[in-house]
């Protein structure tokens, strides 16, 4: 077994967390890390993949104060979660963790970078300290891309490249995310020796993951999640939505549905978003609404539906939103709100994915008005918006 052949401090401190078996991209790329090979990792959000880079580079962490290990990552919040877990996997064998990203004190990032050994932190962020020079990466003998398809998809290619330049040429480079994109593979060639791609094959676990969806007029969507929030034994929801305009409007209307949710997508300051996760992983309210970049760099736990107000384009990016759900053997429900527009899209999932997504009949719901900002094109309401004016 993969964790028996780490130090006994860091299986003690997995086992503290009830960590005993290794996932399957844990077990398929931990051995090739120690190895001290280049790895890249495809595999879904909650396949434990942080814990696959982090474990065998705890097992390999001098416990002199240089910055030896070096994680690069999409958000601030992804970047939080990381610090955490190396700091409960890492608290027997002295890793020091500096965490560094925009929107925070340089001042408090510098005294974490002076006193650590491993440093993570997004590309902007990291890029201004080694311009500084508060960042020395002459000792780095390892550098972690987390979620790198999310960070060439952010615009992040070139901090990357900038980044990587100014590591030592014998360093180990392991890159995690959930596809190969043409600028992965650029990275591949240009900075890896002799790569192993390891895939962890994307898949739901239909035994404890039930999906549906709901035709609907486009017109109507907000009106149905509305029933279906109060129509069903909801115990904590995601809701996702691809734009951020939506994400923001789907909330003040479930808002003035005396419904109490609370947002989070990547325009909201830093403290914001660290503060409506903490809320919501302590109960202080259950529905989420978020936009799916978003919610890539969040940990959140215990999620019983996952509620897909509309879809993206990219049909890997609907098993990462309904994997946020029936995780850990526990059951969980994916719900689809499907109108004309989303179809093709959902026509590309089913085509990618061999699962079972049961097409629900037609329910009798009030119809509500939804407030916007301003009138969309495709809807033509007139003056006082009809039916759809009326309010509880």
Same mark, same amino acid.
């Given at each position: 077994?993969?964790?028996?052949?780490?130090?006994?401090?860091?299986?003690?401190?997995?086992?503290?967390?009830?960590?005993?078996?290794?996932?399957?991209?844990?077990?398929?790329?931990?051995?090739?890390?120690?190895?001290?090979?280049? /790895?890249?990792?495809?595999?879904?959000?909650?396949?434990?993949?942080?814990?696959?880079?982090?474990?065998? #580079?705890?097992?390999?962490?001098?416990?002199?104060?240089?910055?030896?290990?070096?994680?690069?990552?999409? !958000?601030?919040?992804?970047?939080?979660?990381?610090?955490?877990?190396?700091?409960?996997?890492?608290?027997?064998?002295?890793?020091?963790?500096?965490?560094?990203?925009?929107?925070?004190?340089?001042?408090?990032?510098?005294?974490?970078?002076?006193?650590?050994?491993?440093?993570?932190?997004?590309?902007?962020?990291?890029?201004?300290?080694? *311009?500084?020079?508060?960042?020395?990466?002459?000792?780095?003998?390892?550098?972690?891309?987390?979620?790198?398809?999310?960070?060439?998809?952010?615009?992040?290619?070139?901090?990357?490249? #900038?980044?990587?330049?100014?590591?030592?040429?014998?360093?180990?480079?392991?890159?995690?995310?959930?596809?190969?994109?043409? +600028?992965?593979?650029?990275? *591949?060639?240009?900075?890896?020796?002799?790569?192993?791609?390891?895939?962890?094959?994307?898949?739901?676990?239909?035994?404890?993951?039930?999906?549906?969806?709901?035709? /609907?007029?486009?017109?109507?969507?907000?009106?149905?999640?509305?029933?279906?929030?109060?129509?069903?034994?909801?115990?904590?929801?995601?809701?996702?939505?691809?734009?951020?305009?939506?994400?923001?409007?789907?909330?003040?209307?479930?808002?003035?549905?005396?419904?109490?949710?609370?947002?989070?997508?990547?325009?909201?300051?830093?403290?914001?978003?660290?503060?409506?996760?903490?809320?919501?992983?302590?109960?202080?309210?259950?529905?989420?609404?978020?936009?799916?970049?978003?919610?890539?760099?969040?940990?959140?736990?215990?999620?019983?539906?996952?509620?897909?107000?509309?879809?993206?384009?990219?049909?890997? +990016?609907?098993?990462?939103?309904?994997?946020?759900?029936?995780?850990?053997?526990?059951?969980?429900?994916?719900? !689809?709100?499907?109108?004309?527009?989303?179809?093709?899209?959902?026509?590309?999932?089913?085509?990618?994915? *061999?699962?079972? /997504?049961?097409?629900?009949?037609?329910?009798?719901?009030?119809?509500?008005?939804?407030?916007?900002? +301003?009138?969309?094109?495709?809807?033509?309401?007139?003056?006082?918006?009809?039916?759809?004016?009326?309010?509880?």
């Amino acid at each position: 077994m993969v964790f028996k052949t780490i130090k006994k401090e860091i299986v003690t401190a997995l086992n503290e967390h009830e960590i005993h078996v290794p996932t399957g991209i844990q077990t398929k790329t931990i051995p090739r890390i120690l190895a001290g090979k280049d /790895v890249i990792g495809i595999s879904k959000t909650g396949s434990g993949k942080t814990a696959a880079f982090v474990i065998p #580079m705890l097992e390999h962490l001098r416990s002199d104060r240089v910055i030896q290990k070096l994680v690069i990552c999409p !958000t601030r919040e992804l970047a939080v979660q990381i610090a955490t877990e190396i700091k409960k996997f890492g608290k027997y064998v002295q890793a020091h963790v500096a965490t560094v990203y925009g929107g925070a004190s340089m001042h408090t990032q510098i005294e974490e970078i002076r006193r650590g050994n491993i440093v993570v932190g997004t590309p902007g962020r990291l890029l201004d300290h080694l *311009q500084r020079r508060n960042l020395n990466l002459s000792n780095l003998n390892c550098v972690v891309l987390d979620e790198a398809d999310k960070m060439v998809d952010m615009g992040f290619i070139n901090d990357i490249r #900038m980044i990587l330049n100014q590591t030592p040429n014998n360093r180990q480079i392991l890159l995690f995310g959930a596809t190969i994109s043409d +600028e992965v593979l650029w990275l *591949q060639k240009k900075y890896m020796k002799n790569s192993e791609v390891v895939k962890d094959e994307l898949h739901l676990k239909e035994e404890v993951l039930e999906q549906y969806y709901y035709d /609907v007029e486009y017109n109507e969507k907000f009106s149905l999640l509305v029933h279906l929030l109060n129509s069903q034994p909801i115990e904590k929801v995601i809701i996702f939505c691809s734009a951020r305009s939506t994400v923001e409007l789907v909330t003040k209307n479930l808002k003035k549905q005396n419904i109490e949710a609370d947002m989070i997508h990547g325009k909201l300051p830093q403290s914001r978003r660290l503060r409506v996760i903490e809320n919501f992983n302590k109960g202080l309210f259950n529905i989420l609404v978020a936009s799916a970049v978003a919610a890539r760099g969040i940990d959140v736990k215990n999620i019983s539906h996952v509620i897909n107000y509309d879809l993206s384009k990219d049909p890997q +990016e609907y098993v990462h939103r309904v994997g946020r759900t029936a995780r850990a053997g526990e059951k969980g429900k994916a719900i !689809t709100l499907l109108c004309s527009r989303d179809h093709e899209a959902f026509r590309e999932v089913l085509g990618k994915y *061999q699962m079972k /997504v049961v097409n629900m009949p037609k329910v009798q719901f009030e119809k509500l008005a939804f407030f916007a900002r +301003e009138r969309p094109q495709h809807q033509q309401f007139r003056r006082g918006f009809g039916r759809f004016n009326r309010r509880r």
